[in-house]
């Protein structure tokens, strides 16, 4: 078989492929290849589109710096093909890929754990989803103070048109504080819900009272059938900024009963704010999953590995994004051998801090 990147030519058969993996319609006549991404298509000895995928290489949060990270979408197989190896050589193609152009992450979106941890990823990106009633806000709104200082008071803008330098600065000063959430560029500004005469999905910045900087940036949509205010996103530098925003929501008490956070970083003070009603719900939401391919790169500034410790790659990724805090979690983790409980407790310490991953875009 024969590995290689998708051309024009090459629209109809991933049509096909799609539309069987997927069970959708296709139409050849409107497809196009993606923009700032690769599609990697497997070919059989024949000539055939039995299996591809798309990939994009983007930059992450990782510490105080942003590391290369791909991000993998659309892995897609003809069923009378499968069980062959045209997916496996597909990633191995990406391994590949990774050494040559120095990536040190790898993301997707799973139909099945089970499945993609055979080429090295484990899941490790949670959030939080929270519905809260109406009339919460509404009360928090109230409970603010009635003349609030200029800076506090602030306003919010509606964007409309191309994403503005300021919104990508608020997104991506935001994003600079949680692992591996993705920075986004003016090539990703369709992330962002500036044509609200076209989708009715809308995206406003928060700007300080007093110096008119932008300080928070909120994206919602609302599901008039349901009555509910989903918040797809919610971005602040302050926590002015973050109040104002929830203050702003109950401007649609007339049209929802309830208010969705869709995707909070774990540790999120946002539920702490309506903590009194009985009637909220949370819910620990699976994102991506994760694949290290420069581990190097990754543990740069973490104390080193004992020489009796050894971990496999989806036992790291749980250690990087703080999902084992301690000793007795490592040794009963499959993949990983350790020699000593007192090397247990001083690498469950040397992670202790490591925070969740979020990644609010699709890929």
């Not at 990697?40 to 930059?59: D, I, M, P």
Request: aromatic letters at 10%; a neutral charge; one cysteine or more.
């Amino acid at each position: 078989m024969t590995i290689r990147s998708l051309t024009h030519n090459d629209l109809p058969a991933h049509c096909g492929v799609m539309s069987m993996a997927y069970h959708c319609k296709c139409n050849p006549e409107e497809a196009s290849l993606p923009k700032n991404a690769t599609v990697l298509g497997c070919f059989s000895e024949e000539g055939v589109l039995v299996a591809a995928l798309t990939y994009a290489r983007r930059e992450a949060a990782w510490g105080k710096a942003a590391l290369p990270i791909v991000c993998v979408g659309g892995v897609a197989s003809l069923p009378h093909h499968r069980h062959g190896g045209a997916v496996r050589m597909l990633f191995g193609e990406l391994e590949r890929l990774a050494r040559q152009e120095g990536w040190a992450f790898g993301a997707l979106y799973p139909f099945s754990d089970s499945y993609y941890r055979q080429f090295g990823y484990e899941r490790a990106s949670r959030y939080l989803q929270l519905d809260v009633p109406m009339r919460a806000v509404v009360d928090f709104a109230k409970s603010q103070p009635k003349e609030l200082p200029n800076e506090a008071a602030g306003q919010m803008e509606l964007m409309e048109g191309e994403a503005s330098g300021e919104l990508l600065r608020v997104y991506n000063a935001y994003a600079a504080g949680i692992p591996l959430m993705l920075r986004r560029g003016r090539e990703h500004a369709d992330r962002f819900y500036t044509k609200p005469l076209e989708d009715c999905r809308y995206c406003f910045l928060w700007r300080n009272g007093s110096s008119g900087a932008a300080e928070g940036m909120l994206q919602c949509e609302l599901d008039a059938e349901n009555r509910v205010l989903m918040v797809r996103e919610l971005a602040w530098l302050s926590p002015a900024a973050l109040r104002g925003m929830l203050r702003f929501m109950r401007g649609y008490a007339s049209k929802a009963d309830t208010v969705r956070f869709c995707a909070l970083p774990m540790g999120s003070p946002v539920p702490l704010l309506f903590n009194e009603y009985c009637e909220n719900r949370v819910q620990v939401m699976n994102g991506a999953m994760l694949r290290i391919y420069d581990a190097a790169r990754v543990l740069e500034g973490f104390p080193a590995v004992g020489d009796g410790v050894k971990l496999s790659p989806e036992a790291l990724v749980l250690l990087v994004s703080g999902q084992l805090r301690n000793a007795l979690s490592l040794r009963c983790l499959p993949g990983v051998e350790i020699s000593s409980e007192e090397e247990a407790r001083a690498l469950a310490e040397a992670f202790r801090h490591c925070g969740v991953p979020l990644i609010w875009d699709g890929f």
